[in-house]
């Protein structure tokens, strides 16, 4: 059942609403109080667990659910958040060991990363900033934490200047770990926290590399020609890159929310299909008066949209391994560029070779930054624009103004419709 506040109101200390559609998800009550709760079976002994999410009313039911959906993810990648949080809580009230030895590089970047970063970012974040600096750290893993100098910091950042978005990035996230080590106590308050000093305003990237010559920082829009003959290209694709990259021009979401569509997103109301993204979905995730994202499905995105849930039980874009997960973003920018004229990889499905692309020099994302130049060239207000993109309004905008522009978002993805299609005509003749 959906959640209602009067049945919950009405439960008795002891009893439970359960909320069929978020599985595991319920509403508790204790004498005086009442929990949101999730309760799930897990993944490292099948024994069955649960964990607190808040209390009711004063967690509301959309934030409820937006931690549910972030709990069971975590269980969907293996891991148990009951145990981890017993596990946190024993280690909370363990002494501090003063024979133990100095506190270690190593072990703040593993404190910082199950303290902060395994509670506070999805799966693929989650791992990808274990990747990095479990892997960049290590010449100075070893070394005492409060006792790391600031040329070693230094030396560490310079020796990825080459490559400065990983610099950045290391930088960024050794920062927040030395203010973490603080802010816990492992670290002592003397200790100066030198990634917040070294190298700022110095690390710029150069922009990606081509065929290895580095094509600068300059953001890619495709133009209405480009855009006609992409259109008419898309059947050399496979079907899931061309499905996706129709999703990407007919409704100009961002391409993590495209590939991770589910049939349950997908609803016909009175003025046509809509797909409603979980506002965990989108970028705008973290604020707190961000709703979902509606997008109205018109012409060839209806088209794929419905095929594809002819062939699905829940992801539109199932992944190939077998696993109940949708296909990684990275495989539509890699279905991109193996088609890119500049591209030396070897093509093993065609003894002939790939087709290439007529229109080069763009990533899927591009497509998203010529939509949104096509629609304001074609006079789409600037507020229904950034609603088609998902963008919220600026500071003091967004809290008074909550109209959500769904006839608005229609009548301009349909005139966007019209104008892709007559761009494809052009492009034939």
Same mark, same amino acid.
């Given at each position: 059942?959906?959640?209602?506040?009067?049945?919950?109101?009405?439960?008795?200390?002891?009893?439970?609403?359960?909320?069929?559609?978020?599985?595991?998800?319920?509403?508790?009550?204790?004498?005086?109080?009442?929990?949101?709760?999730?309760?799930?079976?897990?993944?490292?002994?099948?024994?069955?667990?649960?964990?607190?999410?808040?209390?009711?009313?004063?967690?509301?039911?959309?934030?409820?659910?937006?931690?549910?959906? &972030?709990? =069971?993810? @975590?269980? $969907? #990648?293996?891991?148990? *958040? +009951?145990?981890? &949080?017993? =596990?946190? @809580?024993? $280690? #909370?009230?363990?002494? *501090? +060991?003063?024979?133990?030895?100095?506190?270690?590089?190593?072990?703040?970047?593993?404190?910082?990363?199950?303290?902060?970063?395994?509670?506070?970012?999805?799966?693929?974040?989650?791992?990808?900033?274990?990747?990095?600096?479990?892997?960049?750290?290590?010449?100075?893993?070893?070394?005492?934490?409060?006792?790391?100098?600031?040329?070693?910091?230094?030396?560490?950042?310079?020796?990825?200047?080459?490559?400065?978005?990983?610099?950045?990035?290391?930088?960024?996230?050794?920062?927040?770990?030395?203010?973490?080590?603080?802010?816990?106590?492992?670290?002592?308050?003397?200790?100066?926290?030198?990634?917040?000093?070294?190298?700022?305003?110095?690390?710029?990237?150069?922009?990606?590399?081509?065929?290895?010559?580095?094509?600068?920082?300059?953001?890619?829009?495709?133009?209405?020609?480009?855009?006609?003959?992409?259109?008419?290209?898309?059947?050399?694709?496979?079907?899931?890159?061309?499905?996706?990259?129709?999703?990407?021009?007919?409704?100009?979401?961002?391409?993590?929310?495209?590939?991770?569509?589910?049939?349950?997103?997908?609803?016909?109301?009175?003025?046509?299909?809509?797909?409603?993204?979980?506002?965990?979905?989108?970028?705008?995730?973290?604020?707190?008066?961000?709703?979902?994202?509606?997008?109205?499905?018109?012409?060839?995105?209806?088209?794929?949209?419905?095929?594809?849930?002819?062939?699905?039980?829940?992801?539109?874009?199932?992944?190939?391994?077998?696993?109940?997960?949708?296909?990684?973003?990275?495989?539509?920018?890699?279905?991109?560029?193996?088609?890119?004229?500049?591209?030396?990889?070897?093509?093993?499905?065609?003894?002939?070779?790939?087709?290439?692309?007529?229109?080069?020099?763009?990533?899927?994302?591009?497509?998203?930054?010529?939509?949104?130049?096509?629609?304001?060239?074609?006079?789409?207000?600037?507020?229904?624009?950034?609603?088609?993109?998902?963008?919220?309004?600026?500071?003091?905008?967004?809290?008074?103004?909550?109209?959500?522009?769904?006839?608005?978002?229609?009548?301009?993805?349909?005139?966007?419709?019209?104008?892709?299609?007559?761009?494809?005509?052009?492009?034939?003749?």
């Amino acid at each position: 059942m959906t959640f209602d506040a009067r049945s919950a109101k009405l439960l008795q200390a002891g009893q439970h609403l359960i909320l069929h559609e978020h599985p595991g998800l319920r509403v508790e009550r204790s004498t005086a109080k009442w929990a949101w709760i999730y309760r799930y079976k897990s993944p490292v002994d099948t024994g069955m667990r649960q964990v607190k999410i808040g209390e009711w009313p004063k967690l509301a039911y959309d934030q409820a659910v937006g931690e549910w959906r &972030k709990l =069971k993810e @975590r269980r $969907e #990648a293996g891991e148990d *958040p +009951a145990l981890q &949080k017993r =596990k946190a @809580r024993a $280690e #909370a009230r363990r002494p *501090p +060991a003063e024979s133990a030895g100095p506190y270690l590089v190593r072990q703040l970047v593993q404190d910082y990363l199950a303290g902060h970063i395994d509670r506070s970012r999805k799966p693929k974040g989650r791992a990808e900033v274990r990747r990095v600096l479990e892997r960049e750290t290590e010449p100075i893993a070893d070394r005492p934490a409060d006792l790391l100098l600031r040329s070693e910091a230094f030396d560490l950042i310079e020796k990825l200047a080459d490559k400065p978005v990983l610099a950045s990035q290391v930088r960024q996230e050794m920062g927040a770990a030395y203010d973490y080590g603080l802010d816990s106590g492992k670290l002592k308050e003397t200790t100066p926290n030198w990634w917040r000093q070294i190298m700022r305003g110095k690390l710029r990237s150069k922009g990606k590399k081509i065929a290895g010559k580095h094509v600068g920082t300059q953001k890619r829009a495709l133009s209405e020609p480009e855009l006609g003959g992409l259109i008419n290209w898309l059947p050399n694709f496979s079907k899931t890159i061309a499905d996706a990259l129709t999703l990407y021009l007919w409704t100009d979401t961002r391409g993590a929310e495209i590939v991770a569509i589910e049939k349950t997103e997908i609803r016909e109301e009175a003025d046509g299909l809509w797909w409603q993204i979980p506002k965990e979905k989108t970028k705008n995730a973290r604020h707190e008066n961000a709703t979902d994202l509606r997008v109205p499905l018109v012409g060839r995105a209806k088209a794929v949209v419905l095929r594809r849930m002819q062939q699905t039980d829940r992801w539109l874009f199932p992944s190939e391994t077998g696993r109940d997960e949708p296909i990684a973003q990275k495989v539509i920018q890699s279905g991109v560029y193996h088609h890119q004229p500049y591209c030396k990889t070897v093509d093993k499905k065609h003894s002939g070779g790939r087709p290439r692309l007529p229109v080069t020099h763009w990533s899927p994302h591009d497509l998203r930054r010529s939509i949104r130049t096509l629609l304001a060239s074609m006079g789409c207000p600037e507020p229904v624009a950034e609603a088609i993109m998902g963008h919220m309004p600026p500071g003091i905008v967004a809290v008074y103004n909550v109209y959500g522009y769904d006839a608005e978002r229609r009548e301009w993805l349909t005139a966007l419709d019209a104008k892709l299609e007559q761009l494809a005509l052009q492009a034939q003749s």
